[in-house]
């Protein structure tokens, strides 16, 4: 997860801010930065998720909410 999240894009951006990409065509080198970003960004999406839901404060609400659902109907 980390991998493809966080140090691929950070690699992206590395190698685009640092070496000179201008050989490969336009298209090609938006579409290169652009799946740098979105990956980048779904980062911390993830990252909150996972610390989000291995909460277990937000598990034992969770669960109660879960056994009120399953009581009432």
């Given at each position: 997860?980390?991998?493809?999240?966080?140090i691929?894009?950070?690699?992206?951006?590395?190698?685009?801010?640092?070496?000179?990409l201008s050989?490969?065509?336009?298209?090609i080198?938006?579409?290169f930065?652009?799946?740098?970003?979105?990956?980048?960004?779904?980062?911390?999406?993830?990252?909150?998720?996972?610390?989000?839901?291995?909460?277990?404060?937000?598990?034992?609400?969770?669960?109660?909410?879960?056994?009120?659902?399953?009581?009432?109907?």
């Amino acid at each position: 997860g980390i991998a493809v999240f966080y140090i691929l894009p950070l690699s992206i951006f590395c190698l685009s801010t640092t070496v000179d990409l201008s050989f490969l065509p336009a298209p090609i080198l938006a579409a290169f930065r652009f799946f740098g970003t979105i990956l980048f960004m779904h980062a911390t999406t993830v990252m909150s998720l996972i610390f989000l839901l291995r909460n277990p404060t937000r598990q034992k609400l969770a669960n109660s909410i879960k056994n009120i659902c399953l009581c009432t109907s």
